[in-house]
């Protein structure tokens, strides 16, 4: 076969060769937004419109004009530029001022600029470092100046770096001032003062009600933002590991090291300690504290009616015995666990459903609910239909702008506008809450947990006891040693109709022993929250029985 022309397919594509025309973009940019207000943007601009003007080049868009740093290509001004060159099939020149301007990641920045001139036909061209990329040499000596610019680039970095470190073991703080602090000399790097603003003093509370409490994080979230401190779960993990918040500083960049900052301290270094689970062994009297004893379930989630402060738990080794007592000097109340935890059972007692009543008091439950419920969905579905339209809004306007079919004025105008919409939006979103529709199976789970509630948290280990105990009271129990009685201040709401309801349907249980500052109530209050069965977003409970229940409020 003579034909050639059927094998064409298979050959490799030509490169796109240089098309004449006189068209190009100017792109510039700076480092830092210490450089953006300076000429340095000014005086870029200006050196191309000069340099494009003597080669009789139309100049069609300017690009950049802000601050970004070279040290990776993923740039949203370069690549809005890249987007328009690509697209435009009309470009024939992207000018800089120097190659640095353009990239500074080296072989990579290389490799940008080689494909804009063999698949496209864009030649790139620096101001100050007049070459001709389109010969071998030229090419060569392009590739070079971008080496030279990743090059120095890392010197510049490893120069920055050292004097961070320097900073850092002298007891400074190097970077942007923590949440809770305001930095009084900001800019002056080795004369900070950071000290504790108003947030950082309602941050404070968070590290007591963990430590104290043993709130679960999901809890703080939520009271925090009731106090107008707004602050996921995610973020709060990172902030109580942070010793920054004790006084102390720690880095990457000096590995094992433990430094005295120079720093306001927010909370102490005991109260650091014990939210996060360290402990110092004490050995008193002939008796030990125990931190997570299985022994000692009731330690800390049990307060002290008198003075308010949590009960720790200790052993005395001669009796063999476990006992309760508060924390604080002076007050000598003290409880055997053995009788603390009988009161605890009787307390819990309050809250079983024998088989009969379960149907019942479930639908009576599920009705209660279901108002409060069904608002909080329907408001929910609504604003996640104007979360999606608003942002749909915003990626149109972005894609229009990088196309060039809207010019900067009317993008900077409508796209902060979109931006604070959808930013309103979502504070709307998280203060409706995450709830679940399917308010039946969490009756169900209410209803059955408390058919076994006695035997589940006696069967549970340590962890699950702790989970156990603040789900069914978020805020704990008090002892009154006076009277030898416990109470709660707050049932979840989930079963604090439990009591009212079985006396109901039961008639003739005597349930008068509980001692709350807070009776239940059949009907919701209006403007009241009701505690969810999540710990941390999402309790799993081990059942006696064996099944394991997981529910998603």
């Not at 389109?134 to 090059?151: A, N, V």
């Not at 979103?429 to 209803?447: E, H, I, Q, R």
Request: aromatic share 10%.
């Amino acid at each position: 076969m003579t034909n050639l022309s059927l094998f064409q397919q298979f050959a490799p594509e030509v490169p796109k060769e240089f098309k004449e025309g006189n068209n190009a973009v100017i792109y510039t940019r700076v480092s830092s937004a210490d450089q953006e207000n300076n000429t340095s943007l000014s005086s870029q601009k200006k050196h191309c419109d000069i340099f494009a003007a003597k080669r009789g080049l139309n100049i069609i868009g300017y690009f950049g004009g802000t601050y970004e740093s070279a040290k990776t290509d993923d740039r949203k001004e370069f690549n809005r530029m890249l987007t328009f060159v690509k697209r435009s099939k009309n470009i024939n020149y992207v000018i800089v001022y120097s190659y640095e301007r353009f990239s500074r990641s080296g072989i990579n920045g290389a490799s940008i600029a080689d494909d804009l001139l063999k698949k496209y036909g864009v030649i790139t061209l620096a101001i100050t470092q007049e070459l001709d990329p389109t010969t071998p040499s030229g090419s060569f000596q392009q590739k070079i100046l971008f080496l030279f610019g990743q090059m120095d680039n890392e010197l510049r970095r490893d120069k920055v770096v050292t004097g961070m470190k320097e900073l850092l073991i002298k007891g400074h703080w190097v970077w942007a001032a923590p949440r809770g602090y305001t930095d009084l000399n900001k800019g002056k790097a080795t004369d900070r003062k950071l000290v504790v603003n108003k947030e950082g003093k309602i941050l404070k509370k968070a590290f007591e009600w963990k430590a104290y409490k043993q709130i679960p994080n999901a809890e703080i979230s939520r009271k925090l933002k009731t106090l107008g401190v707004n602050i996921s779960e995610k973020r709060l993990h990172s902030l109580f590991s942070n010793p920054f918040y004790c006084g102390l500083i720690t880095s990457k960049m000096i590995p094992g090291q433990v430094i005295e900052g120079r720093h306001e301290a927010l909370i102490s270094r005991d109260l650091f300690l014990q939210v996060n689970d360290v402990r110092k062994e004490k050995r008193v009297h002939g008796f030990v504290h125990n931190k997570d004893n299985e022994n000692l379930p009731l330690k800390v989630f049990t307060k002290c009616e008198k003075c308010g402060n949590p009960m720790t738990g200790y052993l005395v080794k001669q009796k063999g015995l476990y006992y309760y007592k508060c924390r604080t000097k002076g007050c000598r109340v003290n409880k055997s666990a053995k009788a603390m935890h009988e009161m605890f059972q009787n307390l819990v007692s309050v809250f079983h459903i024998d088989k009969e009543e379960q149907e019942i008091i479930k639908v009576v439950l599920s009705e209660q609910m279901n108002v409060f419920f069904t608002s909080k969905i329907e408001e929910a579905k609504v604003l996640k239909a104007q979360r999606s339209e608003k942002q749909k809004k915003l990626d149109a306007i972005e894609e229009r702008f990088v196309l060039g079919e809207i010019d900067s004025s009317l993008f900077n105008k409508f796209k902060p506008k979109f931006e604070k919409d959808l930013h309103e939006i979502e504070q709307e979103l998280n203060a409706t809450g995450n709830y679940s529709s399917n308010l039946d199976k969490a009756m169900s789970f209410v209803t059955k947990m408390s058919s076994n509630l006695l035997n589940m948290w006696e069967s549970l280990n340590i962890e699950s006891k702790k989970v156990f105990q603040n789900l069914l009271f978020p805020e704990g129990i008090y002892y009154n040693h006076e009277n030898n009685e416990v109470r709660t201040p707050r049932v979840n709401s989930f079963f604090s109709l439990i009591p009212e309801l079985s006396r109901s349907a039961g008639g003739h249980k005597k349930r008068d022993f509980i001692y709350s500052d807070k009776t239940p109530s059949l009907v919701i209050p209006s403007g009241f929250e009701p505690e969810t069965l999540s710990l941390e977003g999402r309790c799993s409970i081990q059942l006696s029985y064996g099944t394991p229940y997981f529910l998603q409020i």
